[in-house]
């Protein structure tokens, strides 16, 4: 949808990544270089990293509100002048923003359908400890027993793999639900009603 290619003047920026840092990213997509508000640049990064607005929003510090009026009056100029860029510029960068969200959940729905993630195992500890006699001479050894993590397992989503293979796969994976006829034919309805031999019969010339 968008060039490879970025231009030289493509600069680096900044990006909420999840925790209390922020993560140096890519350089910045081709289309948010033609949006110079701040706060609308702003919504865009964080934008590009999840396709939910409000989590948008709040990683850029702004309402949905705002948004919702951004794009309005975007809509708007060009209603009015299809030639506007600002708003051009504009609707474009949402667009690639969103495109660039969506494929960062795809790569996260791919990673945990194919690779997984790793889960903690609990189980049972005995551990040796030393303590004091009661007598005052020396130390005995007792068994101190606990639960903690004794491993670790790794989980896929199956139900996430489904879904993607009908995603990329429809033809094959889907649901099939079709009714038609013979060779994909419209079907073909008869009603037949039952001759029970009160029907009345019409004078001739009705």
Known sequence: MYP????????????YGGGDDFDEIEETPHPFL???HPKKRAYLIAQSSTPVRTIACKIAGISSRSIWNWNTKAKAALALNPNDEE???????????????????????????????KEPVFGAISEPVNIPRADGNGTRLVWAHRTGVVGEITKKSDTMLIFMLKGAKPETYRERFEHSGPDGAPLQLQIVLP????????????
């Open 34 to 36: 033609k949006v110079t």
């Open 87 to 117: 708003a051009k510029a504009w609707l474009e960068a949402v667009e690639c923003a969103k495109q660039l969200s969506i494929e960062a959940a795809e790569d996260e729905a791919w990673t945990r359908a194919v690779h997984g993630w």
């Open 4 to 15: 490879e290619e970025q231009p030289p003047e493509a600069e680096r920026l900044m990006v």
């Open 195 to 206: 001759d029970n031999g009160r029907a009345r019969r019409l004078p001739e010339g009705d």
